[in-house]
Structure formats: C-alpha cells, structure tokens
C-alpha cells in the first residue's frame, strides 16, 4: 500500500488538468481532482474558450452576417436581438460540456472533489469546501497543477461589473451595449470586439502599441481590420487610458493624448495572471512569477521534482488545444511512460470575425532568416464554395521554399479557418511540398480547394521564377 492518499492529485479541471488525470487513470493510478463546484471543466468551459466561442456562434447566426453577400447588407435572422437570446445558447453548452467533463473523469474512476486547494506540505493539501464549509486533507505522491488564469485587474481602474468590465465579465452583461470601449487588442479583446460589432455596438478599440496580433501575418491583420472598420470599429492605437469615469448613463474614457471616448461600457482586456495566489505555494517550496505564473521544465516538471504544473499556469502559449497535451504529457512523464514530445509545429486560432488561423512561419520571420519563398494565394471569391457560403472576404496564404518547394507556412482569413489550417499542417508536419498539393484531388466544391489554387498558383510563380533565372 502507498504512503499516500492517490498517487496522482490534479488541481484544477480545465483541459490541462482533466487530460492529466485521465492519463494518470488509463496507467492504473489512483487519481483525484480538486476544483470548486461551480468551475468543473475550468476557466475553459465556464467563463472562457467555450462560451466566448459559442457567443460568437450565436452572434454569426442571429446577425445573419454570413449570409448578407448574398441577401443584402440589412439581412438578419432577428431583428431585436437580446443578451438573453445570446446567453441561452451560451448555457446550453456550457452546461453540456461541464457533463461531459464529469462523465469522462466518473468513467475513468477519477474522484472529484469540490472546493479550493492550497498546499500545507509538498505532498499535502488541503481542501475547504465551497458549499458548506468543509476541510480535507489529502496527501499525494505526485501533484499537477492547473488552476489556469484570471483577467488581470489594472489597480486603477474601478471595476464595478456593469459599466466597467474584464473579460470574463463581459459574459454577465444584461444588455447589449450601443457602445463599448475595449482596452487591449490582444485575442481576447479583438474577439470581443468584433462579435460586438457585428450585433451592432459602436466599438472603439485602444491599445497601447502600434499594431494588433503582431504574431500573426501583417496582410492577414490588414485584411481583418477592414472588415472590422467596414462594421464601424475605431481603432486607437498608440494610445494609453488614463481614466475611466462612469456615471447612470455611461462612461467617458480619457486617453493620455487628451482624446475621450463615452460609450456605454468599458471592456478591459489586459492580459491574464496565474490563479495561484490562493494555492500557499511557499509551503510546497515553490514560487510564481509576478504574474502568478510558474517555470517548469521541457516536461512541465517544477523546481519541486514530483509537482507539475501545465495550462495556461505556465504561459505561452496558453492554448486549451496545447493544455490538454501538457496535461496528458506532465502525467506520462511523472510515472515514467514513455512518450514523444509535443510537434513544434502548432496552430494559432484566432476566433474573430471572421476567423484567423496559421501554422508554421511568417513572412517576417522568413525573411529576417534569409530564407528564400514564393507566396501563393487563393481568395475564397474564386471558389464555388465561397460563393455558395457567402464568404468575399476570406484567402488563403500558403509559403513555398523557392529551394527545396517544402510548405513553411499557411495563413488564413474567414469561414472556418481554424479548420482548415490542419491540412497545411499535416503536409508541413510530414515535410512534404508544394507539389503534393497541387497533384492532390480535393472534393468539389469546397473551402479545401483554396490549398489547390494557391498550390497551382505559387507552382506557376516558381517556373517563371526559374524560367527567367536561366
């Protein structure tokens, strides 16, 4: 018998932690997870990845907005759209994913505990109760921790939930604002920004440097602000907030170049710190950064040998996608199963509308390495299935060494991007080239034939490049 109460303790259930304890069940391990009653499932599934998403869902659909190419600009499925038409496909889903998460951690006999955790030893925690009060002690010969990431709280800025909100708050509102601010055009907040704009508010957005997602490709970011501009949205960048004022009928926020904005609300969406303020970290002889983050090795190992730590926890690239192998890869290692690691080759999906998606380099990154590339391109309004979804704005981008003809990069705009993105991923992943893609039947019609045309498309710029270097 061990010395300990499981072998495995997992805090926290989002997707980090729900894989890790999985994983540690399916090695015959005796597992337990820590999570308050009211956020099984994570920041992820309650105030997150999965309603942020299923709002957008909403939002497209109500709006009629992929559909108006063909019907006319004033098309729209409901006229008056309210939050609470809004919230109710929200819940419906959260709700359905909170049970699929405990059907998953019953059927592989994984216990559940409710309440909030914080270490009294490195091997000890305790647990208090969020219903009636109660307190457990458990002890663990190996410990993983995923308690993900809160909005983080500028100290200045007054938030009251109503008028001024974070990210997570947004998901509360009892209104749809006719205008709103938000500060930080980060994912988050470009996200929110944009399904705003589509049910109609007056968004403004402000930011402190002077260009959006800077990660992704500069033509992709180009593209998705004019459609953004094209639904009225503002942007300000270069510019700090300074104050916020708010009164019964809004806000006014000033900027520290004088301008001031009244709108009905203020989103803030300022990065995200680690929730692990409440964990007492120091009595399990860890740290975290001075944004509640925690370092850990290539195999997500503390400076504590048997404690773990994966998610959004540990920063970049906090993805729910990359999570959940963190979580599956931090259990197999801490019981010495054997596993490879994780492709370095991973996917970005920005959930805007339209969708931003990309794989592999950039064109900025090919370039400051002194790689040679042809792009290839291929717009969603030459294909019959562009045409039949309703979809003139969206492309396809791919990267093409000019060398050796091997993908380095694909980018994409519009319907289903984040979809799309793994065909160019598999071929890049497997290293193959240009050429599978152009000699590759693609069913017709479809959004996939995009990776056809633009094969074709950078294949011809290629001989012409050779045909001329003769």
């Given at each position: ?293 925690l370092s850990v090795d290539p195999h997500y190992r503390t400076p504590v040998d048997h404690i773990y730590a994966v998610g959004d926890v540990i920063g970049f690239p906090a993805l729910a996608a990359t999570s959940m192998d ?24 920005i959930y805007t509308i339209p969708e931003i998606s990309y794989c592999g380099s950039t064109e900025a990154e090919l370039t400051s390495s002194a790689i040679p590339y042809e792009v290839g391109l291929a717009r969603y309004r ?89």
């Open positions: 018998m061990s010395e300990y109460d499981y072998d495995l303790l997992v805090i926290g259930s989002g997707p980090g932690g729900q894989k890790a304890a999985i994983a540690g069940a399916k090695l015959g391990k005796r597992v337990a997870v820590v999570d308050k009653q009211d956020m099984v499932g994570g920041v992820c599934a309650n105030t997150g990845t999965i309603p942020s998403k299923t709002l957008r869902e909403a939002v497209l659909f109500l709006t009629g907005m992929s559909q108006r190419d063909l019907y006319g600009a004033s098309y729209q499925v409901k006229q008056d759209i309210t939050i609470s038409d809004l919230s109710a496909r929200t819940q419906h889903v959260i709700g359905r994913e909170v049970q699929v998460v405990r059907a998953q951690l019953h059927r592989n006999q994984v216990t559940l505990l409710s309440g909030t955790a914080r270490f009294v030893d490195p091997h000890t925690v305790a647990v208090q109760g969020a219903t009636r009060g109660e307190h457990a002690t458990i002890t663990a010969d190996k410990i993983v921790i995923a308690t993900g990431t809160r909005p983080a709280r500028p100290a200045q800025v007054d938030f009251d939930a109503a008028r001024v909100l974070d990210s997570d708050e947004v998901l509360n509102l009892t209104e749809i604002p006719t205008s709103l601010v938000v500060v930080g055009a980060g994912v988050i907040g470009i996200e929110y920004a944009s399904m705003f704009a589509a049910l109609g508010s007056r968004v403004t957005v402000v930011e402190q440097r002077e260009r959006m997602l800077e990660f992704c490709d500069p033509e992709i970011v180009e593209s998705l602000k004019f459609h953004l501009r094209d639904l009225a949205v503002t942007f300000r960048f270069g510019e700090k907030v300074v104050n916020v004022a708010v009164s019964d009928s809004g806000t006014v926020t000033t900027l520290a170049s004088g301008k001031r904005i009244p709108a009905a609300a203020v989103m803030y969406s300022a990065g995200r710190t680690g929730a692990t303020d409440a964990l007492d970290l120091e009595n399990a002889g860890l740290e975290a950064d001075k944004r509640g983050r963190q979580g599956r890869l931090a259990a197999y290692h801490a019981f010495g199963e054997a596993t490879n690691e994780l492709s370095a080759l991973q996917p970005i999906g030459e294909l019959a299935r562009g045409q039949i979804v309703g979809d003139a704005y969206g492309m396809l981008k791919l990267l093409v060494s000019t060398v050796d003809r091997k993908l380095l990069g694909v980018h994409l705009f519009g319907t289903g991007a984040t979809d799309l993105v793994h065909i160019g991923q598999a071929v890049m992943a497997c290293g193959g080239t240009v050429d599978y893609l152009v000699d590759t039947v693609f069913n017709y019609p479809t959004l996939s034939e995009a990776y056809k045309v633009a094969a074709l498309d950078v294949t011809n710029k290629i001989r012409a490049l050779e045909r001329f270097s003769v």
